[in-house]
C-alpha cells in the first residue's frame, strides 16, 4: 500500500516562506509523476503544481513565479517551495500520486 505522508506545514505572516514536503512509501517512486493540491473551506480542492517523472513542472497561475515544486527520487520525496505568501494561499496542501493522497497539512498565511 503506497503511503504519502505531507508535512511542512504552519502559520506564516504574508511574505514569508515554507517548504512542504510529501513523504513516499511502498512505491518507485521516479516512475510516477507528483502533484500537489489545496482545499479551502468551503472550495474544492484544486490543483497548485505538477511534476512529471521527467522533471517537468507545471503550475496553476495563482501560484506561477512564487512556488516551486521539486522531487528527490533517491529520498522518495517530493517538495513544494512556497514563497511571498498570501493570505489566500491559505489551505490545507495534499500531495498525490496516481491515485494515492497524503493526509494533508494545513498551511495558513496571516498577520
Known amino acids: 500500500q503506497v503511503q504519502l505522508v505531507e508535512s511542512g506545514g504552519g502559520l506564516v505572516q504574508p511574505g514569508e516562506s515554507l517548504r512542504l514536503s510529501c513523504a513516499a512509501s511502498?512505491?518507485?517512486?521516479?516512475?510516477?509523476?507528483m502533484d500537489w493540491y489545496r482545499q479551502s473551506p468551503g472550495q474544492q480542492r484544486e490543483l497548485v503544481a505538477g511534476i512529471s517523472s521527467h522533471d517537468i513542472p507545471n503550475y496553476a497561475n495563482s501560484v506561477k513565479g512564487r512556488f516551486t515544486i521539486s522531487r528527490d527520487n533517491a529520498k522518495k520525496t517530493g517538495y513544494l517551495q512556497m514563497n511571498n505568501l498570501k493570505p489566500e494561499d491559505t489551505a490545507v496542501y495534499y500531495c498525490?500520486?496516481?491515485?494515492?493522497w497524503g493526509q494533508g497539512t494545513q498551511v495558513t498565511v496571516s498577520s
Open positions: 511502498e512505491i518507485i517512486f521516479g516512475m510516477y509523476g
Open positions: 498525490k500520486i496516481m491515485n494515492f
